[in-house]
Nanobody, 111 residues
Framework: QVQLVESGGGLVQPGGSLRLSCAAS????????VAWYRQAPGNQREFIAD???????NYADFAKGRFTISRDDAKKTVSLQKNSLQPEVTAVYYC?????WGQGTQVTVSS
């Protein structure tokens, strides 16, 4: 059973930076395709970006140039970074690998 645990969320001031981490554990050979999603209050969960075993990355249109996804296969972690945060980034951020989801980490951008 694969488990995903997100971390790095919290309260951030506008203009600040965000770096979330997704740690994978359990029985699997490699990370393969891992994605980040977010769900803002009252909205559906939406795709942000993903990264595959060969290092390829894919971003939603709104995330291009704004979010950066990266991976460390040795540490079995996938990170998501964004600078210059604004309140509209406030959401619960989830990590996903195939049919497995993490519990999410809350990010709140507010002064």
């Amino acid at each position: 059973q694969v488990q995903l645990v997100e971390s790095g969320g919290g309260l951030v001031q506008p203009g600040g930076s965000l770096r979330l981490s997704c740690a994978a554990s359990g029985r699997f050979v490699s990370l393969d395709l891992v994605a980040w999603y977010r769900q803002a209050p009252g909205n559906q969960r939406e795709f942000i970006a993903d990264t595959d075993y060969d290092g390829r990355t894919n971003y939603a249109d709104f995330a291009k140039g704004r979010f950066t996804i990266s991976r460390d296969d040795a540490k079995k972690t996938v990170s998501l970074q964004k600078n210059s945060l604004q309140p509209e980034v406030t959401a619960v951020y989830y990590c996903n690998r195939y049919n497995v989801w993490g519990q999410g980490t809350q990010v709140t951008v507010s002064s």
